[in-house]
């Protein structure tokens, strides 16, 4: 390519702040809805691009499929799809009206005889699945599944007969939780800091927080990490933090940690931008595309995270 005569960019701190390192990560490397949604929540982008971009991954059924989530290749609708698909809604103020009346019809036609959702249905055999999401035929109820799309629905004021009994099965599944895994509790965390009844909520939160602790599932100290345990069946180093069980201030969660707690999980999280803008995957990498699919992701949630808890982004 020939030279344009034009100047580099100004090496002024707005074009290093993480900020902009990250717009250029994800015009790079991002699809075309997460571009969308960064320009949602950093560039006074329009929900109604973010609503246009979501609706290629709508199937007919009401359900969401096409790998929305990165780890499920393939077209077919999937509760953990769905569950995406709800965050991004939530996140631009548009989980309500007929198009979540469609989602929970696809919520009824694929919930458990309890009223709850599994994590994979078994229509996913068949197309590439990360190794480490098992399909089987007859699915259980999983809360990994139900308690993000519970908890979004009711935070969002949505009434559905589908709601009564998969809110009764998240208490249930959340109050008797004796051994969990990171991934687990961030679920149960989305159902309780939205479920409509807030005193019980918030004895369940304070519980889970203790167990949280006991369990050392979450890593408080960055400069320690072999004094916190993998779960099993995770990555090598797929530690979880403070802030990734306390998204907000506001989250039931952040009572759990210190102040001091929170704040080497943030700058822990602030030091994580790689050198290309983006910030890495922790979970495990099984196919290119896949991975660098969910790094916009990743990349935007820890945008969202600092900036809900004051701190310079750009």
Not at 2 to 9: D, I, K, N, Q, R
Not at 66 to 76: K, M, S, W
Not at 80 to 88: E, Q, Y
Not at 138 to 162: I, Q
Request: hydrophobic share 40%; aromatic share 10%.
């Amino acid at each position: 390519m020939a030279e344009t005569g034009a100047s580099p960019l100004p090496s002024t701190p707005l074009a290093r702040s993480p900020l902009f390192r990250a717009e250029q990560f994800v015009w790079l490397t991002a699809r075309v809805l997460e571009q969308h949604l960064f320009a949602y929540h950093f560039l006074r982008g329009s929900p109604e691009a973010v609503e246009a971009a979501l609706d290629a991954y709508r199937n007919e059924d009401g359900g969401y499929g096409h790998a929305l989530e990165p780890d499920l290749r393939g077209p077919v609708s999937q509760p953990l799809h769905t569950a995406h698909a709800l965050r991004v809604l939530d996140a631009i103020g548009r989980c309500g009206g007929q198009r979540v009346e469609r989602v929970c019809r696809y919520l009824t036609s694929v919930s458990t005889p309890d009223g709850a959702l599994p994590a994979i249905l078994p229509g996913q055999r068949g197309y590439p699945t990360a190794p480490f999401v098992p399909v089987v035929d007859d699915p259980p109820s999983d809360l990994l599944a139900t308690g993000p799309v519970v908890g979004l629905l009711h935070r969002n004021e949505v009434w559905h007969a589908w709601l009564f009994r998969a809110t009764d099965f998240c208490w249930q599944a959340v109050e008797s939780l004796e051994k969990s895994h990171p991934y687990e509790v961030q679920a149960a965390v989305t159902f309780l800091d939205s479920a409509p009844d807030r005193p019980r909520a918030q004895a369940a939160a304070d519980r889970l927080g203790r167990l949280v602790r006991e369990q050392r599932l979450a890593a408080l100290d960055p400069d320690r990490l072999d004094a916190f345990p993998v779960a099993s069946g995770y990555a090598p180093g797929e530690h979880h933090f403070p802030h990734d069980f306390a998204r907000s201030p506001d989250s039931l969660a952040r009572a759990w940690f210190t102040d001091d707690e929170m704040t080497r999980s943030l700058d822990h999280l602030a030091a994580g931008q790689q050198e290309d803008g983006g910030w890495p995957v922790r979970w495990r990498r099984w196919a290119p595309a896949p991975a660098l699919e969910a790094r916009s992701l990743v990349t935007i949630e820890a945008l969202c995270t600092l900036r809900a808890y004051g701190r310079f982004v750009g």
